[in-house]
């Protein structure tokens, strides 16, 4: 057995190739949609941009939220062709997350925000979200 120091590939492997930066970006990409602030922003521009059906969000929104959504949808404020730029959020407690999402419509750039509780199923649920466009509806 053959023991070489100062290499970084795995046992075995004869050649020097790295994992290409292309797949390594995938993969934290891949992980990052994964968290419920992405998912959520992904899903909630899909129905405000008409694409989903507002009901694709019943089990993931809850009272108020839901009802904002109902009236936000047929209108789809978020078209045409929305781009999801940028989530970010806070965790200003124990299974609660802040979070707000910049969104590319045409030649506009939106802002959206949202609250998520997580419940006692340990499922994520909004409780509350607004829109830049909340006062000219």
Known sequence: MTITHGTTRPPGRTDARRPSRSALTAARRSA?????HYWFAHRLLLVLSGQR???SLLGHAD?????ELVRWAPLAP???GPTLLHVGCSA???GVVE???RVRSGERTRALAF?????ATLRW???AVELDITRQL
């Open 32 to 36: 990052r949609e994964r968290l419920p």
């Open 92 to 94: 200003p407690g124990q």
């Open 115 to 119: 609250r998520l509780e997580q419940a």
């Open 99 to 101: 979070a707000y999402a």
């Open 63 to 67: 009272g108020a939220a839901y009802d």
């Open 53 to 55: 059906p507002v009901h």
């Open 78 to 80: 978020l078209r045409p």
């Open 125 to 127: 649920r909004c409780v």
